[in-house]
């Protein structure tokens, strides 16, 4: 072992360093400080991410769908999803119901979240067909555009906007039709599963074949709560309200046929 004469003196004055047990509180007090300033800016900026995400969603889908038809096409089908989607954002504040901003997801449309359910099967119709009534409205805006300039594009997308609408009133949930009908009867439930069942079978197609597994997983977890008191409070709706939904509903299915009808145009397009 060599002299510890031959270090210098300043060497020679420090305690050889002791093992220490974990300061878990100095480790806390570190880890502390980032969670509490992340916490602040996700109070501070909670909206403004929110809004982010709105639309980053809706770009990445505007190029899917750009990539897919070319710009006429995605920009105009984004364009018909955000008008169908804020019909039921007007619907869900009007009834004081917090809801987030639309959501875009390519090849299956967009959605909007909510933090709470509508009160009864009568506001939660008004609010599903809040969507397709705003729509098809812009879907008509575009159609009246067409011929007013004689365009076949902005034709074709009136007509994509009549179909999304549509395909939307099927009476399955989570499809708007499904929440419309709630309001009608539970038999439409099963009209519109054993139809959307068929159109799997005669036209397969993943995004149908993922609607048909979501319905068949909602119309089971409706039929067992069939007879809890609860749930048969919601789905009371009085006859008036009935009639309101019931013609609403079934006329706009028939105005929609009459406008894919009047805006169809060549597939050479």
């Known amino acids: 072992m060599a002299d510890m004469e031959q270090y210098p003196q300043e060497w020679r004055q420090y305690d050889p360093i002791q093992p220490r047990g974990t300061d878990w509180r100095g480790i806390f007090r570190k880890l502390w ?3 509490a300033a992340i ?4 109070a501070k900026f909670g909206v403004v991410l929110l809004k982010f995400k709105f639309l980053f969603s809706m770009f990445v889908s505007a190029a899917f769908y750009v990539w897919l038809g070319g710009w006429w096409f995605g920009i105009g089908l984004v364009v018909l999803l955000f008008v169908h989607e804020m019909g039921h954002v007007v619907e869900a504040k009007r009834q004081g119901l917090p ?6 997801i390519p090849f299956m449309g967009a959605l909007i979240t909510l933090k709470q359910m509508p009160h009864n099967a009568w506001n939660e119709a008004k609010l599903a067909i809040a969507g397709p009534i705003i729509g098809s409205a812009g879907a008509l805006a575009l159609f009246l555009a067409g011929v007013a300039f004689d365009s076949r594009a902005l034709k074709a997308l009136a007509f994509l906007g009549f179909f999304i609408n549509l395909f939307n009133l099927l009476p399955v949930v989570p499809l708007d039709g499904g929440r419309i009908v709630a309001a009608l009867h539970p038999v439409f439930w099963l009209v519109g599963f054993l139809a959307l069942l068929g159109l799997c079978i005669w036209r397969p197609n993943p995004i149908l074949i993922i609607i048909l597994l979501f319905s068949a997983s909602e119309l089971w977890r409706r039929w067992q709560m069939r007879r809890h008191p609860e749930m048969q409070d919601y789905y009371r709706v009085e006859p008036h309200q009935r009639l309101i939904i019931g013609v609403l509903y079934f006329g706009l299915a028939v105005l929609l046929v009459l406008g894919m009808h009047e805006t169809h145009v060549p597939r050479d397009f």
């Open 99 to 104: 809801v987030s901003a639309p959501v875009f």
């Open 39 to 42: 916490g602040a800016f996700l």
């Open 33 to 35: 400080a980032p969670i």
